[in-house]
């Protein structure tokens, strides 16, 4: 487990008792990192991945830079134009005068940090996308400020001293982003040296900001945003179907006039229909397939779909894949396939034959990336 890992020096009982989603922590010596990032990865990444604008930011004392000053503003490709791919000469100098590195949803960039957070999202039961920031010596990128999701801030390489004060808003949502100028620091929670192979976690509201001082610093944010109350209730309600809520309601448009006790009879009726009816466990279960239909597939199915299978050709589940079984129904991506009595076989992550489950329903689930040959 990637959890596991993380926490080694912890431990999940504590972290979950006591950390998460609540207070900041750092680990010290967790683990050497590099093999899910590097500073040569990244140079490679630069030099040869094509990046653009958004995804690819430069910054310093949050401040973007304009992608102007070091993106080609239109490309030709193909049969059109593509717009401010980074050209590499150009980052490398900014970064030289001091510019941080910014690099958006990593994961879908660099394999071993897609398998990394492919593996949060199970562990964690979120979207775990994955922020690089690669900051030279003596600078500062962001002013203190505050996010809307959880971080596991995992050193791959260099060092960045850091300060997290208390919440300026505690657990905020995902529409109580921090202002883009920062914003105030309260009491401190920590500061200190975050050097390769530490892990410094900073729950979401909790206000902080960095510097690297005498070394450049490379680091990824792995970021989670639990579900919350809000969006189980506002999915309830927009699903809540019930022709008592068709009545017209009268509204006093002229200033503040107290509700009747018809009104208040009226909107208590209505809370009790809402809680009468089935409406979180629907919501909990809408959220759930919005979540799953949003996951990427994973890679290798263009190897696999050269394979003909015979009733002998030997499959297992892909390990990593995020998906449900339901009854019979397995749900992955964007698919749902119905497995009939077959779902115990394709719930199991051992090998089986594909005659187990006919030819014809092993070669779909292995087009759409669910089943892999096992070689």
Same mark, same amino acid.
Request: net charge negative.
């Given at each position: 487990?990637?959890?596991?890992?993380?926490?080694?020096?912890?431990?999940?009982?504590?972290?979950?008792?006591?950390?998460?989603?609540?207070?900041?922590?750092?680990?010290?010596?967790?683990?050497?990192?590099?093999?899910?990032?590097?500073?040569?990865?990244?140079?490679?990444?630069?030099?040869?991945?094509?990046?653009?604008?958004?995804?690819?930011?430069?910054?310093?004392?949050?401040?973007?830079?304009?992608?102007?000053?070091?993106?080609?503003?239109?490309?030709?490709?193909g049969h059109g134009s593509v717009r401010d791919f980074a050209k590499p000469d150009s980052v490398?100098?900014?970064?030289?005068?001091?510019?941080?590195?910014?690099?958006?949803?990593?994961?879908?960039?660099?394999?071993?940090?897609?398998?990394?957070?492919?593996?949060?999202?199970?562990?964690?039961?979120?979207?775990?996308?994955?922020?690089?920031?690669?900051?030279?010596?003596?600078?500062?990128?962001?002013?203190?400020?505050?996010?809307?999701?959880?971080?596991?801030?995992?050193? =791959?390489?260099?060092?960045?001293?850091? +300060?997290?004060?208390?919440?300026?808003? #505690?657990? !905020?949502?995902?529409? &109580? $982003?921090? /202002?883009?100028?920062?914003?105030?620091?309260?009491?401190?929670?920590?500061?200190?040296?975050?050097?390769?192979?530490?892990?410094?976690?900073?729950?979401?509201?909790?206000?902080?900001?960095?510097?690297?001082?005498?070394?450049?610093?490379?680091?990824?944010?792995?970021?989670?945003?639990? =579900?919350?109350?809000?969006?189980?209730? +506002?999915?309830?309600?927009?699903?809540? #179907?019930? !022709?008592?809520?068709? &009545? $017209?309601? /009268?509204?006093?448009?002229?200033?503040?006039?107290?509700?009747?006790?018809?009104?208040?009879?009226?909107?208590?009726?209505?809370?009790?229909?809402?809680?009468?009816?089935?409406?979180?466990?629907?919501?909990?279960?809408?959220?759930?397939?919005?979540?799953?239909?949003?996951?990427?597939?994973?890679?290798?199915?263009?190897?696999?779909?050269?394979?003909?299978?015979?009733?002998?050709?030997?499959?297992?589940r892909r390990p990593g894949i995020v998906h449900r079984i339901e009854g019979s129904t397995v749900?992955?991506?964007?698919?749902?396939?119905?497995?009939?009595?077959?779902?115990?076989?394709?719930a199991a992550s051992t090998p089986f034959a594909a005659g187990t489950l006919g030819v014809e329903?092993?070669?779909?689930?292995?087009?759409?990336?669910?089943?892999?040959?096992?070689?």
């Amino acid at each position: 487990m990637i959890l596991e890992r993380l926490l080694a020096p912890m431990g999940l009982e504590t972290f979950f008792a006591e950390h998460h989603d609540r207070a900041p922590f750092h680990l010290k010596g967790v683990s050497d990192f590099r093999d899910w990032l590097s500073f040569d990865a990244l140079d490679r990444i630069i030099a040869t991945q094509g990046l653009r604008h958004p995804q690819f930011r430069l910054a310093r004392d949050s401040q973007i830079v304009p992608p102007g000053q070091y993106a080609i503003p239109s490309l030709s490709w193909g049969h059109g134009s593509v717009r401010d791919f980074a050209k590499p000469d150009s980052v490398f100098k900014l970064m030289a005068d001091g510019i941080t590195i910014v690099m958006d949803d990593c994961e879908l960039l660099h394999p071993p940090l897609a398998e990394v957070s492919r593996q949060l999202q199970l562990e964690l039961v979120a979207n775990v996308p994955v922020h690089v920031f690669c900051t030279p010596a003596g600078t500062q990128a962001f002013r203190p400020h505050f996010d809307i999701h959880n971080v596991f801030l995992v050193q =791959f390489e260099g060092s960045k001293y850091w +300060r997290i004060h208390e919440h300026a808003i #505690d657990r !905020p949502l995902r529409t &109580q $982003p921090c /202002d883009p100028n920062g914003c105030p620091a309260g009491e401190l929670l920590f500061e200190g040296l975050v050097e390769a192979g530490d892990v410094l976690y900073i729950p979401r509201g909790t206000v902080h900001y960095a510097e690297a001082r005498d070394e450049p610093s490379l680091h990824g944010s792995f970021s989670s945003t639990p =579900f919350s109350w809000q969006e189980v209730l +506002r999915n309830a309600l927009k699903n809540f #179907d019930d !022709p008592w809520l068709d &009545q $017209p309601v /009268d509204v006093d448009w002229r200033g503040e006039i107290p509700l009747s006790d018809e009104d208040d009879e009226a909107f208590d009726e209505m809370l009790e229909r809402f809680a009468e009816s089935d409406g979180a466990a629907s919501a909990f279960d809408r959220l759930a397939r919005v979540w799953l239909k949003r996951r990427l597939p994973l890679g290798a199915q263009l190897r696999d779909a050269e394979v003909r299978l015979d009733a002998t050709t030997q499959l297992r589940r892909r390990p990593g894949i995020v998906h449900r079984i339901e009854g019979s129904t397995v749900m992955f991506t964007r698919f749902e396939v119905d497995l009939g009595a077959h779902a115990p076989v394709v719930a199991a992550s051992t090998p089986f034959a594909a005659g187990t489950l006919g030819v014809e329903l092993a070669t779909e689930l292995l087009n759409k990336g669910l089943l892999e040959v096992v070689s």
